[in-house]
């Protein structure tokens, strides 16, 4: 258990991770999830950085088709889906974090592509982004009033950047948020671990995909 006890019993007495539950107008939000994040082809980490060093291999591959799950369900009810994603770097994007991590600056254009599994379709709204928060520099606010969205399901990666940047955001505006534990991911299972502890201690309702789905299926269709 990368949590150790302690640390559970201190959050606990301090009253931290109370649930919050989700409101009635869900949005679905798919971060990320390109080749460049998981590789063409599930391998272990190791080999997948020879294809790309930003790949999280084949931990961003088991989270694939949980979140296709959940994208059934979207699909199915009509809500909306958001895909915010790092579009193909040029030479004015280094900044800092392309002087933290060079090899952003240098994907293969395939790299750029949304995993086929998940991808998005007409009708999606489609966020490209340079920082970690699908919020900073996008009109993702704007889709979200227009919706009417009251809480939103995050999926995608890295659980520990881009994941968690939106979930503080969205938390921030005053939005419910899901995090399906299983439908998430990062190159580092003790790093994916630690920060689902703390986003759901408190920023939003961690849960499974599976229990996440049934909650959202007790949601109205849009429209109904």
């Known amino acids: 258990m990368i949590i150790d006890d302690l640390t559970r019993q201190r959050y606990e007495a301090a009253g931290f991770g109370r649930p919050v539950g ?3 107008k869900p949005g679905l939000m798919i971060i990320d999830v390109q080749y460049r994040t998981v590789g063409t082809t599930p391998k272990p980490f ?20 949980n979140i296709a799950r959940l994208l059934e369900l979207f699909r199915e009810r009509d809500w909306p889906v958001f895909y915010p994603h790092v579009a193909p770097k040029q030479s004015y994007d280094q900044g800092a974090l ?5 090899g952003i600056m240098n994907i293969p254009a395939k790299g750029y592509e949304f995993v086929a599994e998940v991808a998005p379709r007409e009708g999606d709204v489609l966020l490209p982004k340079r920082h970690p928060s699908a919020f900073f520099g996008t009109p ?5 009033i227009q919706s ?13 950047g881009c994941v968690r940047g939106s979930v503080v ?4 505006l005053n939005y419910k ?14 790093v994916h671990e630690v920060n689902l502890f703390d986003i759901g201690q408190k920023y939003a309702d961690v849960s499974t995909t599976s229990d996440l789905l049934s909650s959202l299926g007790a949601l ?5």
């Open 22 to 24: 989700l409101g009635s």
């Open 46 to 65: 190791d080999e997948a950085l020879e294809e790309f060093t930003t790949s999280c291999g084949e931990e961003g591959w088991a989270a694939v088709p």
């Open 98 to 102: 392309g002087a933290k991590v060079p």
């Open 140 to 144: 993702l606010a704007s889709y979200l």
């Open 148 to 160: 009417g969205i009251d809480t939103l399901v995050v999926t995608g990666c890295t659980t520990s």
């Open 169 to 172: 955001d969205a938390f921030s």
């Open 177 to 190: 948020v899901a995090v399906p534990s299983d439908a998430v991911y990062d190159r580092s299972p003790i």
């Open 220 to 224: 109205p269709a849009r429209g109904a």
